[in-house]
């Protein structure tokens, strides 16, 4: 499967920004989806992720409450809605894919290329 996200940019501290992932392929609702992000000098780490279906849903304590991600599994795009944004939210920020199990254990095998979000104070 191949992985295209969007929607970066540039927002003030407390503002809202929506990505989008969209993938490639007949099987999408059989892949668990999810968000990754990754600062400066800082290691990639997950953000959210969803179920297959779109019933079952994760976060990472740090986005819990700002951050909602869902997916349309009729146009193969998942959603990462942010609001509230601070700071320390910026980085780049990556789509994910894996069959079988839930993106947020690791060894994902399909991601979709950066798209930078920067938050100004």
């Known amino acids: 499967v191949q992985l295209q996200a969007s929607g970066g940019g540039l927002v003030q501290t407390g503002g809202s920004l929506t990505l989008s992932c969209t993938a490639s392929?007949?099987?999408?609702?059989?892949?668990?989806m999810g968000w990754f992000r990754q600062a400066p000098g800082k290691e990639r780490e997950f953000v959210a992720s969803?179920?297959?279906?779109?019933?079952?849903?994760y976060y990472a304590d740090s986005v819990k409450g700002r951050f909602t991600i869902s997916r349309d599994n009729t146009k193969n795009t998942v959603y990462l809605r942010m609001n509230s944004l601070k700071p320390e939210d910026t980085a780049d920020y990556y789509c994910?894919?894996?069959?079988?199990?839930?993106?947020?254990?690791?060894?994902?095998?399909?991601w979709g290329q950066g798209t930078l979000v920067t938050v100004s104070s």
């Open positions: 994910a894919a894996k069959l079988y199990s839930d993106v947020r254990f690791g060894s994902v095998k399909y």
């Open positions: 969803i179920s297959g279906g779109g019933v079952n849903t």
């Open positions: 392929g007949r099987t999408f609702s059989s892949y668990t």
